[in-house]
């Protein structure tokens, strides 16, 4: 584990190093440098929390506190993954420690795994492609909350399969197993509807 930023490996794309920058900057007390990590952020970030906990408002305010504690603790960003993962871990631990005695709903809102139209699309396709992302939406929103997790961490929020792990807090081999048993469960839940496409 690296003792400081600096020792870490280095981040791989530009986007990455933008938002190493940005936390550094957050380090040092910069807001506005809060409110670029928020604005890239916070989308992907509130629909993780969403397919955990099921409830928006209080998905709302967990995304605040994990925001809060990006602010307080970004000095002891290390590097060590993507600020993406980071802050989500984050937020997983913030609605971990809201959920402790509180029951979770068994469905959420799911449609920003779903991704958007093309903008080429013609008004017939962006209407098929929006019925079909609000059924597989609805079906995710159905699976149990462990394969909500780990689809939304691997196809909504991009992270690697090391990143999802790092996330969870779990093997590779574990999200891997856990990808390979939501994706049949997602396939078996959409047969089950009749969706065959």
């Given at each position: 584990m690296p003792?400081?930023?600096?020792?870490?490996?280095?981040?791989?794309?530009?986007?990455?190093?933008?938002?190493?920058?940005?936390?550094?900057?957050?380090?040092?007390g910069d807001r506005d440098a809060l409110a670029v990590l928020y604005q890239r952020h916070s989308g992907v970030v509130l629909a993780q929390v969403t397919l955990a906990v099921g409830e928006p408002a209080l998905s709302e305010e967990i995304l605040q506190d994990t925001m809060l504690a990006v602010w307080r603790g970004a000095?002891?960003?290390r590097g060590e993954s993507a600020v993406r993962s980071w802050i989500i871990a984050i937020a997983r631990r913030q609605?971990?420690?809201?959920?402790?005695?509180?029951?979770?709903?068994?469905?959420?809102?799911?449609?920003?795994?779903?991704?958007?139209p093309t903008a080429e699309a013609?008004?017939?396709e962006t209407a098929i492609k929006r019925a079909e992302a609000e059924v597989i939406a609805d079906?995710?929103?159905?699976?149990?909350?462990?394969?909500?997790?780990?689809?939304?961490?691997?196809?909504g929020a991009d992270l690697t399969l090391a990143e999802a792990a790092a996330v969870l807090e779990v093997p590779?081999?574990?999200?891997?197993?856990?990808?390979?048993?939501?994706?049949?469960?997602?396939?078996?839940?959409?047969?089950?509807?009749?969706?065959?496409?």
């Open positions: 003792a400081r930023l600096e020792d870490a490996p280095q981040p791989v794309n530009r986007n990455d190093w933008d938002d190493v920058w940005l936390v550094r900057r957050v380090a040092n000095a002891s960003f609605a971990r420690d809201r959920l402790r005695h509180r029951p979770v709903r068994a469905t959420a809102d799911v449609a920003d795994l779903s991704g958007l013609g008004p017939e079906t995710v929103g159905q699976l149990g909350r462990l394969h909500r997790e780990v689809l939304g961490l691997v196809f590779v081999g574990t999200v891997k197993s856990r990808l390979s048993a939501a994706r049949a469960a997602l396939t078996r839940a959409l047969a089950e509807k009749g969706y065959t496409r």
